[in-house]
């Protein structure tokens, strides 16, 4: 499978602990982004890679949110300190290049915070 | 600013009937792009179309029809002869060029086809 990957699918955590999500992006894309989606809504930026330089950042994001991708490769989403209105669906998504370039979405990874 | 409405919140239509999904956006850019994804019950958003602001040729791919008019900015989708299947979130998204690092998301049409 060469999609868009994902890990984990689902995390469950108490209220204040950290958590880090990993998305593995198609292999010659070299923009990735992260998107939140919360129930009956749609995505919602988050920041954005281009290889390794993080370009963009959301001004919803937090200070508890801080995002990687070190090798320009994969990359890493952690939340410090969560709270219950973290709870979320976390997207990743990759795209070519070219701004005109479609996103190609992965599974997910499902954020609960009791 | 909502750059991108999607006034129907959820949709129910019986098998075989035609429906509409509407998309309204907003943008100065004079280049952008418009898409449409579903994202089935397993929670994936699928790509399905693409269209760039110079382009307002209308397009159609088996069942699904696109209709954009930018003189009022919609990019309607259209299922002909609903299935089960097509049973889904249906987003409607929008890209600036001079902003291309972020896609702009509607709300999401559900869409529910009764057999």
């Known amino acids: 499978d060469t999609g868009v990957s994902q890990d984990p699918r689902h995390k469950i955590t108490k209220r204040g602990q950290n958590v880090t999500f990993r998305c593995d992006p198609i292999s010659e894309h070299n923009r990735l982004y992260w998107y939140r989606q919360t129930l009956g809504q749609g995505p919602e930026f988050l920041t954005y890679?281009?290889?390794?330089?993080?370009?963009?950042k959301s001004r919803l994001l937090s200070d508890r949110f801080s995002a990687e991708r070190p090798k320009g490769s994969f990359s890493t989403l952690e939340i410090q300190r969560t709270e219950q209105g973290d709870s979320a669906m976390y997207l990743c998504?990759?795209?070519?290049?070219?701004?005109?370039?479609?996103?190609?979405f992965g599974e997910g990874s499902r954020l609960t915070v009791l | 600013a909502q750059k991108v409405t999607q006034a129907q919140t959820e949709i129910s239509v019986v098998e075989k009937e035609d429906v509409t999904l509407d998309c309204v956006y907003e943008t100065r850019d004079t280049t952008y792009y418009l898409f449409w994804y579903k994202q089935p019950p397993s929670g994936e958003l699928v790509f399905l179309i693409r269209?760039?602001?110079?382009?307002?040729q209308n397009e159609i791919s088996g069942r699904y029809s696109w209709n954009f008019q930018k003189s009022t900015s919609s990019f309607n989708f259209t299922i002909t002869a609903s299935q089960v299947v097509d049973s889904a979130v249906y987003f409607c998204a929008l890209s600036e060029f001079n902003t291309g690092n972020q896609f702009y998301f509607g709300t999401g049409t559900s869409l529910t086809v009764i057999p």
């Open positions: 890679f281009q290889n390794e330089a993080q370009l963009e």
């Open positions: 269209r760039n602001s110079f382009d307002e």
């Open positions: 998504a990759s795209s070519f290049w070219r701004n005109t370039g479609e996103l190609f």
